[in-house]
């Protein structure tokens, strides 16, 4: 047996994915973490470099996966029960810590109830796998993340069981709900809370006011799903996100503790039943081993943190410095999409410069990401800027000295 054949067609599909401009660069490898000093925040090390990095290219917005509390939870629930949990949760795999982080979750969205999974992207595909059958019909924005898009074909639904509105185009989706078959019984309109290359938020408010017209139409429903990955923890007047900024809930939250709680893992949050339906019929819930108790131990404690005085002040210093950063940039006469969260897009709209600009941050000590087609659309090639809670003052300042400098 041989993979000469195979590699030789790999290797012809991945030229050809560079020739199209569509390859990652290679990965680069954190080999060092360098805590807060004085008037800067944390620096990071990279394999191959002698500098220290501002690391603005990261989810964890408040910034706890080196919060000493969140580790240290981490560490005796490892202790405590060992480093993995050693069968599927329906075997004898489901531990207190399980429970117990599905339950503040839930508390957290204020929803009735949780499941816990592997990541948001396996959430994503479980709910669809739960909640869809051949007469569901799909609603869904234009720009929802790859995990929606891919959750929706794995559950199978056919092309006449779906339909895509323009990005946050409220009419849009108006025209999308009229036009749904009769024979549905169950409509499902999912879309991201903050769409997570731009930074923008869904306007949830108008999109339930547009819904409610056609909410006695199904026999089994039209419910709304928000996949709020980059918003919970990040924004909001307490920070739950989208929901909380719009002022309107949804019926289903799709979440990550992987971005703002800076830990690892998803989960869906909604009724009792729905959780229950997830147990008994999402693939990727039920066939793959759980979190690990330290995870979930570390994720518990992050959401203690969130929802306390002390996460309030994280939350409105990343407040602060989002604000410094985006007065900055206007200042700077540099273009961005406007928006609350800490996402802030530069809007370059040249792949050559995109790159060029990326490299100037990098030699100048500064991780961003450039972001072209088919990432985003044709002519909004984009740097994403992600503010974090350890970023000081004085970091932001000395991001934003980068940009200044920049000839390109």
Not at 41 to 68: A, K, Q, T, V, W
Not at 179 to 201: H, K, L, Q, T
Not at 251 to 275: R, Y
Request: hydrophobic share 40%; aromatic share 8%; with cysteine.
């Amino acid at each position: 047996m041989t993979l000469e054949k195979l590699n030789q067609a790999l290797v012809a599909e991945v030229e050809q994915l560079s020739n199209e401009g569509r390859a990652k660069a290679p990965e680069r490898v954190i080999v060092g973490y360098e805590p807060p000093r004085g008037a800067r925040g944390p620096r990071y090390r990279l394999e191959g470099s002698d500098h220290s990095f501002i690391r603005m290219n990261s989810n964890s917005y408040l910034s706890l996966s080196h919060h000493p509390a969140v580790m240290e939870a981490a560490d005796q629930a490892a202790h405590d029960f060992g480093v993995g949990p050693g069968a599927v949760r329906f075997i004898d795999g489901t531990f207190s810590h399980h429970v117990e982080l599905e339950q503040r979750i839930a508390a957290f969205t204020g929803k009735p109830a949780a499941k816990i999974f592997n990541s948001a992207y396996t959430a994503n595909l479980g709910l669809s796998l739960a909640i869809s059958g051949p007469t569901t019909f799909w609603v869904g924005d234009a720009l929802n993340h790859n995990s929606i898009i891919r959750a929706i074909r794995i559950a199978g639904v056919p092309r006449d069981n779906k339909a895509i509105y323009a990005h946050n185009d409220m009419d849009d989706l108006q025209r999308c709900l009229e036009g749904v078959p009769e024979i549905m019984e169950r409509v499902v309109v999912i879309f991201d809370g903050i769409f997570s290359m731009r930074g923008d938020n869904a306007p949830i408010d108008e999109i339930h006011r547009r819904c409610e017209p056609h909410r006695e139409r199904f026999p089994s429903g039209l419910v709304t799903v928000v996949d709020d990955s980059h918003g919970l923890g990040a924004y909001g007047a307490t920070g739950r996100g989208t929901e909380d900024y719009s002022g309107q809930q949804t019926d289903i939250t799709v979440g990550t503790f992987g971005k703002a709680f800076g830990v690892n893992g998803g989960f869906v949050a909604g009724s009792v039943e729905l959780t229950e339906a997830i147990r008994q019929k999402a693939d990727t819930y039920i066939y793959t081993n759980p979190l690990s108790v330290a995870d979930c131990a570390a994720a518990s404690k992050a959401l203690e943190i969130a929802a306390s005085e002390e996460g309030l002040g994280l939350l409105k210093h990343l407040q602060a410095r989002t604000a410094q950063f985006r007065q900055g940039i206007t200042d700077l006469g540099w273009e961005s999409i406007p928006g609350p969260h800490p996402i802030v897009p530069l809007l370059v709209r040249d792949t050559a410069r995109t790159k060029t600009l990326v490299r100037h941050f990098f030699d100048n000590g500064v991780l961003v990401v450039g972001l072209a087609f088919p990432v985003v659309p044709k002519g909004d090639d984009t740097i994403r800027v992600q503010i974090n809670a350890a970023h000081t003052e004085a970091d932001v300042s000395e991001a934003l000295a980068v940009l200044k400098d920049f000839q390109g």
